[in-house]
């Protein structure tokens, strides 16, 4: 068995992991293990993307933004975003943190299209350039990188965490990581869900395996959708290029029928991320109502757009070409007058990981930094992921170096190397069982019909018997070839595990919040519950159980205890944030 | 092909006994496929001994490079054609 040691173990490439491997290197030994290509895996590749700081930072790097700003001000929009349900440490950490990490992003050659009053507009490629960038700089600095490699589970010895067990794709060989800290970079579940923004190495891996370990997860019912997702053709599913273009949406009747009743949710639709939350709702409303297109969305036309304005706009997109993809065939319909189909598809998690400001889990040895963490943005998250990512990846890769500097770290627990060893190889045991493509189909189409954009209780109590039985067949998975080498299908089945478990927390937290907030939308409890809800819903594993507890949110701001309708504290929430606006 | 119908391919993949042999796969189409789709589908459907490797399907990352009738070529950004053959792995 192949076997690394070091100081500090990062899970995951893209911007977190990249980040805290970065910061750990300085001063320690570091190996990176990616599931994707080194450096080019996860979420960070494909972002929009805007990277955001306040606007005082902008403003001293000379770009416009407004000099008044200040982190504070800044961590007050978050709050409203997320519906009061953020851990306000966290929102801390990001907002002072932030201005830091944009600079050190922009010296290592972050490139800038836009700009806007917080934010830089710039690439996913980009931002992982400059990581790349920063990394070379540490010439000679003792960094091992492991790409094509799954971490199947965490390694734990005396209550903490001491390394990670994983398998080569390419040869199917089992390898073996020692660490005196581990940090968790490795991404949201995208994959556990049929209509899905991520890409494909996305299977909630680190959550999946930080809950077997004992570690606490938090706000796991918060999931974000993005809009203006494509359904078809085949080619271009998952693609966020509607996303990005100006157009109308309509349903099977012809209607327009995004209406705005309120002028400010208009605004904050119209201008900002809140576009994910407010269009995926309305989308979704018309696709319950019966008034969706045939496969389940809604109609995107550009037919309103003058030609000349249709022209200018393909001088942005040269050649109709965003990120690999070429969408002239595609365009030249639109032009034409037909309406694509698309619809909402899970873009981000909210909830992960439990961390505190300094990244530490609740387990020992244990960091989480980006997306798989939980608690930051509460119940919807509007600021950018981004920040988020550079900012906690910095955070968990000094705190983990820390934690190597000072601690005698236990040997590796070679009983349960040998344990994994026989869990992952019972697949190729098995004669007769269940596909893992028949599964997974199974618990894509569950989540996206029941743990979905609008939820109500009965929908989620199916969705939980439903995926208790999924994690039942699990048990009699069977992979088709014995051959290690090359093995997904083998590498799906331990995949599996990980959505299935994600899926789980999530159905079963969405179920026990009985009011709506943020994202989490429950048609059958159409309030903001401010008296009892502003609390996190904490999961653990406890022996073959999980236990839920509801935690009260870390805050220093007050806010009334009262029942709110829904929509009534969207319209609030617009209201506050444009006056704040205005004031500053 | 953009419209429905559909397309032979010719895969490499070890099979159920673990012998690298290139078999003949019918795809249905309907609407525009790559070559990555047609991966997805054969693993996923008809043959889970089919392998690839993916990661973000934009044609950004690199990993779903593979071997079109002789000639390298990202899956995610290659349209299906009837009549391809393909190798996900340059040493199958």
Known sequence: MRRYDSDVLVIGSGGAGLRAALEAAKSASVTVVSKGPMGRSGATILAGADIMADGATFHALGFPGNPEDNPAAWAKDILIEGFYLNDENLVQAYVEGAGQQVKELLDWGMTVRDTE?????????SICAALRRGLEELEGAPITRVDGTMIVDLLISQERVVGAFGIDFDTGEFVCFQAKAVILATGGWHQAYAFNAGADELTGDGQGMAYRAGAELVDMEMVTFVPNILLAPPRYRGSLWFYILPGALLNSRGDAFMAWEDPKVAKLALTSEWNKLLFSKACMREVLEGRGSPLGGVYFSLKHLPTNVFDALEQAYPGWKFQGDDFSELMAKLREGYAAEVGPAAEYFEGGIRINERCETSLPGLYAAGECSGGLFGANRVAAATTEMVVEGAIAGREAVK????????????????HLTQECTRFFDRED???VAELRGRLRRLAYEKVGVIRNGKCLSEACKAVNELEESLGQVTVATKRRAYNREWMESIELRNMVQCLLLSARAARERTESRGVHVREDYPVVDNVHWRQHLVMQQDGEDCTMRHVPVISRTEIPKEQIPYEEAIVQAAEALMTRKEES | MTGKGEITVRIRAWGQTGESAYREYVIPVDGEMNVLNVLEYVHGQLDPTVSYKSSCRR??????????NGKRRLACETVAEDGMTIDPFKDA
């Not at chain 1, 009053?117 to 490629?125: K, Q």
């Not at chain 1, 000072?406 to 190397?417: C, H």
């Not at chain 2, 044609?59 to 079109?68: L, R, Y």
């Open chain 1, 117 to 125: 009053e917080r934010a830089v507009l710039t690439t996913g490629m």
């Open chain 2, 59 to 68: 044609g950004v990352c690199g990993a779903c490079m593979v071997t079109i």
């Open chain 1, 433 to 435: 069982g269940v596909t």
């Open chain 1, 403 to 418: 934690l190597a500097a000072k601690d005698e770290t236990p040997p590796i627990d070679e009983k349960q190397v040998e």
